[in-house]
């Protein structure tokens, strides 16, 4: 009933509106076109894709593991990844992003990525994985890693007894301008590694008194926390703080005395 009535009533407002509807469309395509066409431009010149870097990051992807904050205890468990007896040998490579690495990462992370496929071939690989600091900065800061480096684990099957020997952990550090993927190949295939001395202080990850305590994480959480703090938020603070503990200490006082104007403003309507 209904369709029918507006069937009825099509012809005649098709003719009623026909030139003002087919300009409309006329309109609406010219529009469309012209949005396109200044749309075009950019969007028709996409970046061309790297060939070496986009396979290099399908190989990185296909063996690297993304180490993260919930993920780590139990990707780094001894035995977890590969079965073999003896030290699991793990390369992490940190990375960070914009506001971790001020956007200058991804030509030294590239160049990782082209290595994978070096240390994939070797007979005996290490585990690869990678720490973004960008995305898992507390991690990175319960590490203390810097950015980019290398993280060199050899973790250790537990024995028989069930007790853990302790994890060898290196911080290898990588220039970001001049690293090249056989350096980081040669790491593991000619054991550069054992160039860089293992740290054994207090913060190493494993067996410090922080790991040891389980303090580890919430150590990270609060140097994460103080680093995203902008500077200006902490002089505001400050300045907060002294003003308003200055005011009510000596604001009217010194206001009064014309000595400190700016200490005495927050207290002056109370007066
Ligand atoms: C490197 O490989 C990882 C996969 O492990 C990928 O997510 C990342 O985008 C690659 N980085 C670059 C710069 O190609
Ligand atoms: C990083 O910065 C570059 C240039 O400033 C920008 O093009 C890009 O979108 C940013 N990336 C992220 C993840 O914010
Ligand atoms: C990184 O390599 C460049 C070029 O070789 C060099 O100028 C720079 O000093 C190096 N940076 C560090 C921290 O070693």
């Not at 200006?232 to 400190?260: K, V």
Request: proline residues 10%; contains cysteine.
């Amino acid at each position: 009933m209904r369709t029918s009535t507006v069937l009825l009533a099509l012809p005649a407002l098709s003719t009623a509106q026909q030139f003002p509807f087919v300009d409309q469309v006329k309109a609406f395509f010219g529009q469309a076109s012209a949005s396109i066409s200044s749309a075009i431009p950019e969007a028709s010149i996409p970046p061309i894709p790297n060939p070496i870097a986009a396979g290099a990051a399908a190989i990185a992807a296909a063996n690297v593991q993304r180490l993260t904050l919930d993920n780590h205890e139990r990707v780094l468990r001894p035995g977890a990844a590969t079965a073999s007896p003896g030290v699991e040998e793990w390369m992490i490579f940190v990375t960070g992003g914009n506001k971790t690495c001020f956007g200058n990462c991804k030509g030294v992370e590239q160049t990782f990525n082209e290595s994978v496929a070096l240390i994939s071939a070797s007979p005996s690989p290490p585990n690869l994985a990678l720490l973004d600091c960008e995305t898992d900065g507390v991690l990175c800061n319960a590490w203390t890693v810097t950015i980019p480096s290398i993280l060199h684990l050899q973790i250790p099957q537990p024995l028989a007894d069930q007790s853990k020997p302790s994890t060898t952990i290196r911080y290898i550090a990588v220039n970001r301008t001049s690293a090249t993927a056989p350096e980081f190949a040669a790491l593991h295939l000619q054991e550069k590694y054992k160039e860089t001395q293992p740290y054994d202080g207090f913060f190493h990850p494993f067996s410090g008194p922080l790991a040891i305590a389980g303090a580890l994480i919430p150590f990270g959480y609060l140097m994460w926390g103080i680093a995203k703090v902008p500077s200006w938020a902490i002089m505001i603070g400050i300045s907060f703080f002294s003003r308003t503990f200055m005011g009510r200490r000596f604001g009217p006082q010194a206001g009064r005395d014309g000595q400190a104007p700016a200490a005495a403003a927050p207290a002056a309507p109370a007066q």
